[in-house]
Nanobody, 115 residues
């Protein structure tokens, strides 16, 4: 099982980015996926999650109304659309999932939001 996260970059406050998490080696449509963020000097935190069917999503209060998770089963890919970005959103973003009782993580993609 491999997860490949991409789409990070440098953006000004108020801008947008879309992160992607492509999976291989698993039936991605059966697994919930979480997007996590690790800011400098802080612990990794869950910012968004989406069920395997894509019918339900959850968000941390800090990103509610600005971030949206979605998935494309045909592409085995989960997305995180991030709008109205704030400097506090800066960090390394990881996608993670559990498959057959094992946890898997993407390699992380860096998001830097300048003020």
């Amino acid at each position: 099982v491999q997860l490949q996260a991409s789409g990070g970059g440098l953006v000004q406050a108020g801008g947008s980015l879309r992160l992607s998490c492509a999976a291989s080696g698993m039936i991605f449509g059966l697994a919930a996926v979480g997007w996590y963020r690790q800011a400098p000097g802080k612990q990794r935190e869950l910012v968004a999650s989406i069920t395997g069917s894509g019918s339900s999503t959850n968000y941390a209060d800090s990103v509610k109304g600005r971030f949206a998770a979605s998935r494309d089963k045909a592409k085995n890919t989960v997305y995180l659309q991030m709008n109205s970005l704030e400097p506090e959103d800066t960090g390394v973003y990881y996608c993670g999932t559990t498959w057959l009782r094992k946890d898997y993580w993407g390699q992380g993609t860096l998001v830097t939001v300048s003020s």
